[in-house]
């Protein structure tokens, strides 16, 4: 069960079990409910789910490619958080323009949201001698791209024990909203060597405000700021490679996220990893290509603090899969 504690003029959301509280959401502010940190879906797949973050990533991978990732947390919790994700995105022959679309399903306690994205990219090839019919891990170019959205926020207060039940702030029952927004992203690949994304998702950052008769609750929604940059150490080309990342998270009012990683490729077709993120969390990562058109991916989250027993693990999988235009396998390096 959420619990809703009060003090002074913040307040905070808690997970009670057995006798530990744990902040699980994020500090709220005194109007109502309004929410602080990072605010935007994220995923530990970072090179698999980048696309979730940044539009300028649609038909970057050619013809079609398909996306799907499942992050559950905390399994030790009731009710524990969970998101799912689905992207198709495409690039039009010889066009240099990416189409996409996406839906995701996110849930934390008593908040959720749930949505449909359309995205659009245009991808400028800076390999002039090399022309081809759609991307791949070999192009060379800059991309930009955008996308809109309709999400769907829900708030269900029948999960919230409020300390102060003549608090008229908590002790509304549940309510929904509609909202749009918008994401704007820049991404740009040297071949397999190098591929950079820097994106602005969540651009309108329109707060959320719940009135009802029995209560209302504001959440105030802020542009993110994410980057990320990869590349390749070809050790023994074919064969073995080294694939480092370096990516960072950030929005107003929350401390910058870092997340460092570096993945073993054997022979392009499987890898192991390991990730380090602030504050105080390792993932322990791998994955492997099924006849180089699909590829599964999965990572483990192990956070290093004393009350990791009582909140569970943390495991997310993700999906993908790259076809050419005639529906076939598209040969595609990790």
């Known amino acids: 069960m959420w619990v809703v504690t009060s003090f002074g003029d913040k307040c905070y959301f808690h997970y009670m079990k057995q006798l530990y509280a744990l902040i699980l959401i994020c500090a709220l502010s005194a109007t109502g409910l309004q929410s602080y940190g990072q605010q935007v879906e994220e995923f530990n797949l970072i090179r698999e789910s980048a696309i979730a973050l940044n539009p300028a990533l649609t038909g970057a991978s050619g013809f079609i490619n398909v996306n799907a990732a499942f992050r559950r947390q905390f399994m030790s919790i009731s009710q524990s958080p969970y998101t799912a994700y689905l992207n198709y995105n495409m690039q039009f022959e010889r066009k240099n323009v990416g189409l996409g679309a996406s839906a995701i399903y996110d849930a934390t306690g008593p908040t959720g949201k749930a949505g449909a994205t359309i995205a659009l990219a245009y991808q400028f090839n800076l390999d002039k001698r090399s022309r081809t019919a759609f991307n791949d891990e070999n192009s060379h170019m800059l991309t930009l791209g955008i996308s809109a959205s309709v999400l769907q926020y829900r708030l269900d207060g029948t999960k919230l024990i409020a300390n102060d039940i003549n608090d008229p702030e908590l002790t509304f029952k549940s309510a929904t909203r509609v909202y749009p927004d918008a994401s704007f992203g820049i991404y740009y690949q040297y071949k397999q060597y190098l591929n950079v994304n820097i994106s602005v998702p969540q651009i309108m950052g329109l707060d959320l405000n719940y009135k009802k008769p029995d209560g209302t609750a504001s959440f105030r929604r802020r542009p993110h700021l994410y980057g990320m940059i990869q590349g390749r150490l070809d050790m023994s080309p074919g064969k073995f490679a080294v694939d480092p990342v370096f990516a960072m998270r950030w929005v107003y009012g929350a401390p910058w996220q870092i997340v460092t990683s570096a993945r073993m ?58 076809l050419d235009k005639k529906g076939k396998k598209k040969t595609t390096g990790l």
């Open 265 to 322: 490729v054997i022979y392009n077709t499987a890898w192991v990893g390991f990730n380090y993120r602030t504050k105080n969390a390792v993932q322990l990562e791998g994955g492997f290509n099924i006849k180089q058109w699909v590829r599964l991916a999965y990572v483990y989250d192990f956070i290093l603090e004393d009350y990791r027993a009582s909140i569970g693990q943390t495991h997310e999988i993700a999906l993908q899969i790259f």
